[in-house]
Structure formats: structure tokens, C-alpha cells
């Protein structure tokens, strides 16, 4: 596993518990669960996307061109599928809050923001 793979992952996660404490200091009792699990579910995605991209660079760098475009597309259609079914999950388990996923997936973003503005160039 790479540096950067190593701090996007702690990114998600810091930024999973920022916002489980919010909704813990938020709803002040256990109803901010569903919140939480949401939260679990989405970092959970996010984390195994920084893994799945990692292997998708590694693969594609030790393919020809043409088809190492083709295969990242697939990788890329296949994060956005898993993407699609875990907001779908969030959407239809009454007891998974699909802001909590939402919060969970967008905290693969934010850990790239975080990184770029952080890290030394």
C-alpha cells in the first residue's frame, strides 16, 4: 500500500469521526445510529475505492496504452456502480441514514482535498 493511499485512508477516517461526533453532540441520544451506520457503510466504500484505485493504477501502468484505457474505464464504471448500490442501500434500509452514507462517500473527496492542500510540493 502506498504513502498516499496510507493518508487517504486515515483522511476517511478522521473525517468518519468528525462526523459521528457531530451527530452524536446533534441528536444527543441513540438516535443518531442510523446516522452513524450510514457513516460506516459510506467509509467503508470510500476506503475500499483508495484500494481498488491503488490496484487499477498499478495494473494499468503494466499494460500496453490501449487497452490500459479500457481498463480503467471498467474500473472506473465499476467504483460508480458500487458507488450507485450503496446510496441505494442507504436509500431503502429504514435503518441506515442515506445522509450518513452521502457523508461517508463524500469523505473520499474531501480526504483528496485534504491531501493536496497539506502535502509538501
Known amino acids: 500500500m ?3 493511499s496510507k493518508k487517504m485512508i486515515a483522511a ?3 473525517i ?3 462526523c459521528i461526533l457531530a451527530s452524536v453532540i446533534y441528536y444527543r441520544s441513540l438516535n ?3 446516522f452513524m451506520l450510514g457513516i460506516i457503510l459510506g467509509s467503508a466504500l470510500s476506503i475500499m475505492k483508495v484500494f481498488l484505485l491503488g490496484r487499477t493504477v498499478n495494473k494499468a501502468l503494466s499494460m500496453e496504452k490501449h487497452r490500459a484505457g479500457n481498463y480503467v474505464s471498467i474500473q472506473h464504471l465499476l467504483r460508480l456502480v458500487l458507488t450507485g448500490f450503496v446510496l ?3 436509500a431503502i434500509l429504514p435503518h441506515i441514514s ?3 452514507v452521502v457523508a461517508g462517500i463524500l469523505s473520499f473527496q474531501l480526504s483528496l482535498y485534504k491531501i493536496k492542500f497539506t502535502s509538501k510540493s
Do not use: E, R, T
Open 88 to 90: 441505494f442501500l442507504g
Open 32 to 34: 443518531f445510529l442510523p
Open 16 to 18: 468518519s469521526l468528525v
Open 98 to 100: 442515506l445522509w450518513g
Open 2 to 4: 502506498s504513502d498516499l
Open 12 to 14: 476517511i477516517l478522521i
